[in-house]
């Protein structure tokens, strides 16, 4: 059984378009994670969340938003696609507060392309 | 802001040659994790150090923190192909991970 599974694994669409990034993990994590990671292959926090909380990275744009049907899931809405939204995304997930320290489990990522 | 730095940024080395990837910061930090990304995957995670001056072994990987967590270390022995990779050190408690060390192991 997959951990933390992302779709779709590749995504091209013109700018302008809107689109999401579904993941589910099967772990019983409370907290789950949005990263983006550039060509340079930075990993860079997007949003943190878990039933009581979502921090944002006060750098992502707006266009961004995050949808958390139930703790299992949290989805990644992207609004008016920009070029420099392509990117490769991971969504992760861990234990909440001192348990994040043990690290995550990340899903295989999602590589977006805008054209 | 904290900061994870890496070094080296790249690494090319022979099958057999040892290596040591470090990562460095000006903070403290309560744990340190490290992962590798193979191409088209997330990151896996390797092992956390959590107490200052800890080592811990995987096989032929070294892990250690440094004495006032604010650094740590992989020491791989005797690269394999399969070591071939990219190295994160990251502090998730914190949300952030370091810049990364592209490993490549040539047979």
């Known amino acids: 059984d997959t951990a933390v599974s992302q779709t779709p694994k590749y995504l091209v669409t013109q700018m302008g378009n809107d689109k999401s990034i579904k993941c589910e993990q099967n772990l019983g994590h409370d907290t789950m994670y949005w990263y983006k990671q550039d060509s340079k292959k930075f990993l860079k926090i997007m949003f943190s969340?878990?039933?009581?909380?979502?921090?944002i990275n006060e750098t992502v744009p707006n266009r961004f938003s995050p949808k958390s049907p139930d703790k299992a899931h949290l989805n990644l809405h992207i609004n008016s696609l920009e070029l420099g939204d392509s990117a490769v995304y991971f969504c992760?997930?861990?234990?909440?507060?001192?348990?994040?320290?043990?690290?995550?489990?990340f899903g295989s990522g999602t590589r977006l392309t805008v054209v | 802001t904290q900061l994870l730095e890496q070094s080296p940024q790249f690494l090319s080395i022979q099958e057999g040659e040892n290596l040591t990837v470090y990562c460095n910061s000006s903070?403290?930090?309560?744990?340190l994790q490290w992962y590798r990304q193979e191409p088209g995957e997330g990151p896996v995670l390797l092992v956390t150090v959590v107490t200052g001056g800890e080592v811990k072994k995987l096989k032929r990987l070294t892990f250690q923190f440094g004495d006032a967590r604010k650094d740590s270390s992989l020491h791989i022995t005797a690269a394999q192909p399969g070591d071939t990779g990219l190295y994160l050190c990251?502090?998730?408690?914190?949300?952030?991970f370091g810049t990364g060390t592209l490993l490549a192991v040539q047979p």
């Open positions: 992760a997930s861990s234990y909440p507060g001192t348990g994040a320290s043990y690290g995550y489990t």
């Open positions: 990251g502090a998730t408690n914190k949300l952030i």
């Open positions: 969340y878990n039933n009581k909380e979502l921090i």
């Open positions: 903070s403290v930090f309560s744990s």
